[in-house]
């Protein structure tokens, strides 16, 4: 099963800026499809973005688009997210998970591996 180590967490300024890096074990198959997703204390995890390995397609959730933007360095095995005018509403424990097949999936269960996460905590 490949694995997945994210960094780039930390603690940031309303309006501030952040990268988040997902680095996996194994070059992921062509139709793989490399999600963020977020929890925040006492809610549920929710989709964030994801990119599809070839071809770089990229997919956001409503609360992120114009702000977030996923990329992916594939000579490194690596997925970015770049997380513009952060909000305290950001604040979550950032996951990055992996998946294979057609479509857009945004639903966690629908994802086969998983980082162990990374905080990002937004000061107002």
């Known amino acids: 099963q490949v694995q997945l180590v994210e960094s780039g967490g930390g603690l940031v300024q309303a309006g501030g800026s952040l990268r988040l890096s997902c680095a996996a074990s194994e070059r992921p198959f062509s139709i793989s499809l490399m999600g963020w997703f977020r929890q925040a204390p006492g809610k549920e995890r929710e989709f964030v973005a994801a990119i599809r390995w070839s071809g770089g397609s990229t997919f956001y959730a409503d609360s992120v688009k114009g702000r977030f933007t996923i990329s992916s360095d594939n000579a490194k095995n690596t997925v970015y997210l770049q997380m513009n005018s952060l909000k305290p509403e950001d604040s979550a424990v950032y996951y990055c998970?992996?998946?294979?097949?057609?479509?857009?999936?945004?639903?966690?269960?629908?994802?086969?591996?998983w980082g162990q996460g990374t905080q990002v905590t937004v000061s107002s």
């Open positions: 998970a992996l998946t294979k097949g057609w479509g857009v999936r945004t639903a966690s269960n629908e994802y086969d591996s």
